[in-house]
């Protein structure tokens, strides 16, 4: 059974999106270069709400003591953005991340730039994992519980990542575009959510160690009935 699911998953990953290398977000993923003075932690979430995309930016830059550092210039381009480029502001200065948000999601890769003085982490680039949808369960369907639920989205981009989740169960894997929840994790449930995030990650060579930049796009069917 195992096998089974494991290649109709493989099955359905082609015809949603091609596996191959040069469609995964991670080809085009840069560590870039930097002074190895700052620690730089981004992260670029989005998300679909009442059908419209919403994507926020959060950056945290400290120093080799874990200090936050103020008045940095952080910005984030991507070809979509108006102007190309967007900077991010500190949300409560001088402690806070820096942050910003666009009323869409940028299709194709980020570059971060983050600059104080002489020290800096530039162009460091995630690969853009595109918008998905989400082909089954569909909004408001009713699916039968106890028995296995098949799952799909597709991928316009491959993703490094995927998190496949139910108020009942998570599977974090590859995004193969396609998930089988078994029987055992669908149980009886009304206003049931399935949510599929789909994630790249880069670490950023010109930082300090645990420096990163990553990219999430998250889409849901809620709700639907599970009898």
Not at 105 to 116: A, H, Q, S, W
């Amino acid at each position: 059974m195992k096998r089974i699911l494991i290649l109709a998953a493989a099955a359905a990953a082609f015809a949603c999106g091609s596996t191959s290398s040069n469609n995964a977000a991670t080809s085009r993923n840069n560590a870039g270069a930097g002074s190895s003075t700052l620690k730089v932690q981004g992260d670029i979430n989005a998300s679909t709400t009442a059908g419209a995309p919403l994507t926020t930016f959060s950056v945290t830059v400290s120093d080799g003591a874990g200090n936050t550092v103020g008045g940095a210039t952080v910005t984030v381009q991507n070809a979509s953005l108006t102007n190309g480029s967007i900077t991010l502001v500190q949300a409560v200065p001088p402690n806070g991340p820096y942050v910003n948000s666009v009323a869409s999601f940028p299709t194709g890769d980020f570059r971060l730039d983050v600059v104080k003085g002489t020290d800096s982490v530039q162009a460091v680039v995630v690969g853009g994992p595109g918008m998905p949808t989400i082909n089954a369960p569909v909004l408001n369907a009713t699916v039968t519980a106890n028995t296995d639920l098949a799952v799909s989205w597709t991928t316009p981009v491959v993703a490094k990542q995927v998190i496949v989740s139910t108020r009942d169960m998570t599977f974090t894997g590859p995004d193969l575009g396609a998930y089988t929840i078994v029987a055992a994790q669908n149980p009886v449930r009304a206003g049931q959510r399935v949510r599929v995030d789909r994630f790249n990650e880069v670490s950023a060579a010109g930082g300090l160690v645990g420096s990163r930049l990553s990219v999430m796009y998250r889409v849901a069917i809620d709700p639907f009935t599970v009898q």
